[in-house]
Structures are given as structure tokens and as C-alpha cells.
């Protein structure tokens, strides 16, 4: 049989119930004659707790120190559920990301996987162990103990299935799948079977929540398919019928998927936008602006520049809106001396809305339709980004729900 990465959220493992749960269904696929790894969340909460007891004690908490304080929920994860899979007659051994070791650079609280050495787990596999390992974390060239940033664990799942050649990623969620668009937002949106890597990147980046960007990249780079189904279905539902659910994530374009002009609408209200007017207009400035900005880790999304009038532009960019307050400040300490501008205002009541597909490679008028659409409902543009399969508009916030319910009926997701 196969080898197969589960990976589980947190609301799956927010309780000892759910944590039994979780082990009858691990135990269901390893009784199959599967070869299982799996790789937990925190507890619902746990995170935003231990968190929450550092600003406790400081408002600038050490980034080194604040990875040493988080990755414990993953820990108290994995215990838990290699005791609840031995309840249930199963082998099954637990490791810290270190122990495997997941090796990462030392960016702490924004990790990136470099390496991950799988000797250990292919001797506990071959010895017919379920292999337990903390999403989340890993450990640098000095042996600290680094986090991957929030939703981080979906990353550890694919980069652990990719490194073992795995068939597929199973990412157990408390939603059935990815579906058109958010249905608190819109009750008709519709669960998709199957969409392509990069729709699914394309959504996560832009505001979907099913996953987190840097798995789907990973999951795309080395073409591990995923699976994002239900973890609160019954575990003892038949395995088949489990293995088929939810949402295939695929590199594996069809006919059926072409047809489909639009996969999903996408938004985001955790962006700032920032614009330094009256700067000027030559070589070299956008980079005077958005250097600085880099070198402090701060995350650039959408950028866009004004036409020249009298050797002066405008320069606007958004940003995650947790980190508005410290672009500023790099901004006025690093940026404004240089390039002297004439104005620099912010706004956090804004969001991002967008419409992805790959059918938009082979269909034209997506961009005026939705233009269109927005302008029906008294929507102001404030921000335009395209690639081959997307188009994301800024918008005011206030208007964010009512323009992801006119595109999905726009576009006829429903």
C-alpha cells in the first residue's frame, strides 16, 4: 500500500475527544496497510495562548524566544495523540521538529524549510510504527528552535509528504473542502473536486484560508498531491468514499477544468495600503522605498506607481495590516530622508477582492466584467493587480462582502 501524509488543524485537535477521533481514523488507514505519517497542530487557541502570555510579560518580545514559547502547543499535540493511537493498539512514536530534524534558516517566527532529514522516520516506518511529528517548527544551523509563521503546520505536512515521496497529502480540516468562495459570505457557494495548484495558490495568497501559501508552493514545486477534506466526519466512515472527498489540489490540468472560466472569488481583509506622494520620478526610486521595507521583513503584496507629471510620481503599496504601524516607521526612519516626498498617508479600512481561473488563459472580458459588476454596485476601484489567472482589485473594506456576493453571481459560481 501507500505511504500517506495526514495532517490535522487545530479545531481537530481541540479537544481529548476529537484527539480520539482523530487516532480511530489514523488507526482505520494504518489497519488498511498504509504506511502513515502524521503531523498535528496545536490545540485550538493554544497558540494565540502561549502567545498571549509573552505580551504578558513584554510588549517586544524576543523573536527567538517567542519560537521557544510557541512550538510547545505542537509538542503537547503529538504526545497526546501517539498515547491516544497506542489506546487503539497502534506503534506509534512522537518527535519535535528538531528531532527529525527539520532544518530551517534562522528567520525565527518566519522560518523557511531548508532540509528535512527523513532517515528516522523510514526506520520507524519500515518498523511498522505511525510516525507522530510537530507541525509548525524546526530547528537552524545552531540548533534553536524555530516556528514557520502562522498556519505553518500545512507547510510542515507537504514539505514531510514531498521529502518521503509520499502519494498524497490528506489535510484535514474543519471544512469538507475548498470550495468557490467563503459560504459564510455566500450560503451558494459551491465545493469544488478538484482545482490546479496554481488556482490554489493563486486563492491562498489572496485570502483563502483553507491553506497556507507556502504549502501550496511547496505542494506545487514537488508535485505532492494534496487533499483538503473533513476532519469531523464520522472516523469510521468507509475508507474509499474518505479517500475520495473534499478537494483534489493537482497538477493535472482536464477538459472539465478548462471549462470553467472562473474557479473562485478570493479576498483579504488583512491588508494596508500606504502612498507617498511627490517623490520623484527616475531610476532607481522604487527601490530607495521598497528596500528598506524588505530588510525589515516586511511583506509587499500589491504596488503600483503614477504617471509622471512636472518629474514627481505618487507611489502606493499595500501591506499585511498587522505591520502598517512598522512600515511607517521604517518609512519615516529610513525612506522619507532620501527621497523628501511631499505627502505619506495610510489607510487599514481597506481589502482585497479578487477572481481566479485558469480558464481566463483562453477567455477574454473577465477583467471588464468584473469591472463592470463592481460598477453596478457603487464599488470604487482603488488598486488593479493581474497575472495570467487573476485579477485583484482594493476596494473599501465596508464594501468587501457586497462585491464578493455580485461576482459569484456574476460569474455563475453559485
Known sequence: MALIVHKYGGTSMGSAERILNVARRIAKWHRAGHQMVVVP?????????????????TDRPDPRELDQIAATGEQVSVGLLTLALHEQGVKAKSYAGWQVPIRT????????????????VRSDLEAGHVVVITGFQGM??????????????????????????????LIYT??????????????????????????????????????????????????VRTRVLSSLTDPEMDLATEAQSGTLITYEEDKTME?????????????????IAGVPDKP??????????????????????????DGMTDFSFT????????????????????????????????????VVGIGMRSHVGVASEM????????????????????????????YMELAVRALHKAFGLG
Open 105 to 120: 534558516d534562522s528567520a525565527h517566527t518566519k522560518a523557511r524549510i531548508e532540509s528535512i532529514d527523513d532517515l528516522r
Open 174 to 223: 474543519d471544512v469538507d473542502g475548498v470550495y468557490t468562495t467563503d459560504p459564510r459570505i455566500v450560503p451558494e457557494a459551491r465545493r469544488l473536486a478538484r482545482i490546479t495548484f496554481e488556482e490554489m495558490l493563486e486563492m491562498a495568497s489572496l485570502g483563502s484560508k483553507v491553506l497556507q501559501t507556502r504549502s501550496v508552493e511547496f505542494a506545487g514545486k514537488y508535485r
Open 259 to 275: 471549462q470553467a472560466v472562473i474557479s473562485g472569488i478570493a479576498f483579504n481583509r488583512d491588508e494596508a495600503k500606504i502612498t
Open 41 to 57: 497542530s496545536a490545540m485550538a487557541g493554544e497558540t494565540n495562548r502561549l502567545l498571549g502570555l509573552a505580551k504578558a510579560i
Open 371 to 398: 469591472f463592470q459588476t463592481l460598477s453596478a454596485e457603487g464599488i470604487n476601484i482603488q488598486m488593479i493587480s493581474t497575472s495570467e489567472i487573476k485579477i485583484s482589485v482594493v476596494i473599501a473594506d465596508k
Open 319 to 354: 501591506v499585511h495590516r498587522n505591520e502598517l504601524s512598522k512600515a511607517l516607521e521604517v518609512i519615516d526612519a529610513r525612506v522619507q530622508p532620501q527621497i523628501q516626498a511631499r505627502e505619506i498617508t495610510s489607510d487599514n479600512q481597506i481589502c482585497k477582492v479578487s
Open 140 to 169: 537552524d544551523e545552531t540548533g534553536s528552535i524555530t516556528t514557520l509563521g502562522r498556519g505553518g503546520s500545512d507547510t510542515s505536512a507537504v514539505a514531510v509528504a514531498a521529502a518521503l515521496g509520499a502519494e498524497e497529502c
Open 284 to 309: 532607481g526610486i522604487a527601490f530607495k522605498i521598497l528596500g528598506p521595507v524588505a530588510d525589515a521583513n516586511i511583506d509587499v503584496d500589491m504596488i503600483i506607481q503614477n504617471a509622471s507629471h
